[in-house]
């Protein structure tokens, strides 16, 4: 009986080993298969390629008339689809951080053009253009022109963009070239003017997330701001002269500074407060009075439940610039935090060291029998003639 089971169990792992096997070669070749299709450019009908349901024959949005067969959709979600213009250069796709020269158009759905960029020099998965973009810049080859149709979930979102004219839920229509893609140069070899540059360049890109609720995106541009004035690599100028000039220095301490600030600003969005703080502790070892970054170290501090410490950097705010109403604000509500602390703190010392009734009557009673227990020693005491 016993070795029947065994054969039993044995036969039964066997099976399940058998399906699993047949399973996993099902599922690899039509992975290989899928992948060969992709390689000649689509030419068979894919299920899970097909043609968008906002471009008729007619290209409503400015484009040549296209097939279903052409489309790809790169996040199988029909929220990124691209189309293959102009090939390029096979094995040449930009890697992250590579810089890249692109031509940008976009379009809304009736042919408006909202966005138009020629030679433009952006960082591949740089957050320098919109998620979409980006995601297709690095599938592409260097020479490669493609039309991308993006929903609004990786262009420009419920908010849109009122300063390009951009509604909200916007499905954009961009046409794409990648002209050239290359890596980065090190840092010792670019000039202070070139790293100024880039630098505020990428702070204006992480205002830009940060204006629109993106606290991620801002800090990483932030955070390349501040790379491309890492301390400790070597500035030159366009001589090759390691000299920085004073009021170069300063400016470039100014903008660190305005960086750091910024950062703190994003990671607390993000609630990344330990980094945040030290953020705001970067700034404060140069400027112990820089207001704004005593007022992030404040609210930082409030989130953490650090009431005491947060009253104390908002006193010391609000002595500084005493008619800013964000400071004052944030001043009345660490104080009425700290009187309600208090309250809690004195009603729980008065629960813990106060005694209660029931408590006082029961010692009376002790010290009640406690007398009468003692009373015949009393009178042992006063009768000392007296036998036990």
């Known amino acids: 009986m016993f070795l029947l089971s065994c054969c039993v169990d044995d036969l039964i792992i066997l099976l399940f080993t058998l399906l699993r096997l047949a399973f996993f070669q099902l599922f690899y070749f039509h992975k290989i298969n899928k992948l060969a299709m992709s390689n ?17 024959e007619k290209g409503d949005h400015g484009t040549e008339k296209i097939t279903e067969e052409e489309w790809v959709d790169v996040l199988g979600s029909g929220d990124l689809k691209m189309k293959t213009l102009e090939q390029g250069e096979p094995g040449s796709r930009p890697q992250n951080t590579d810089v890249c020269t692109i031509d940008l158009v976009g379009k809304l759905e009736d042919g408006t053009i909202v966005e138009s960029y020629d030679k433009a020099i952006v960082e591949a998965n740089g957050n320098d253009v919109v ?11 260097v020479g490669q022109k493609v039309e991308i149709i993006i929903k609004p979930r990786f262009a420009y979102g419920s908010s849109g963009d009122p300063k390009t004219n951009i509604p909200p839920n916007s499905t954009i229509f961009y046409t794409l070239k990648l002209w050239n893609a290359s890596m980065a140069p090190e840092l010792v070899e670019v000039s202070f003017d070139c790293r100024r540059e880039k630098s505020l360049k990428k702070k204006e890109r992480g205002n830009w997330w940060y204006s629109r609720g993106d606290g991620h995106k801002a800090i990483q541009c932030y955070r390349a701001a501040i790379n491309q004035l890492a301390d400790s690599t070597p500035f030159v100028n366009e001589s090759g002269s390691t000299d920085m000039p ?84 944030e001043y009345q509500l660490c104080l009425l935090q700290q009187a309600k602390e208090k309250t809690q703190a004195k009603t729980l010392y008065k629960k813990m060291f106060s005694s209660s009734p029931v408590t006082k009557h ?14 015949p020693i009393w009178e042992c005491a006063s009768n000392p003639g007296r036998s036990n």
């Open 40 to 56: 000649t450019n689509n030419e068979e009908n894919m299920e899970d390629h097909y043609y968008p349901n906002e471009v008729t």
């Open 131 to 141: 998620q979409g973009v980006d995601l297709v810049l690095t599938l592409m080859d």
């Open 246 to 329: 004073e009021e170069v220095f300063r400016e470039f301490v100014q903008i660190k500074l305005t960086l750091y600030n910024n950062l703190a600003a994003a990671q607390i969005m993000v609630e990344a407060l330990e980094p945040a703080l030290q953020a705001v502790e970067n700034v404060l070892q140069i400027e112990p009075e820089n207001v704004k970054a005593l007022f992030r170290k404040g609210k930082i501090l409030a989130s953490k439940g650090l009431t005491d410490e947060a009253v104390e950097i908002f006193q010391k705010t609000s002595l500084l610039s005493p008619d800013n109403s964000a400071i004052k604000k």
């Open 362 to 375: 029961s010692d009376k009673k002790r010290s009640h029998h406690s007398l009468v227990s003692m009373q």
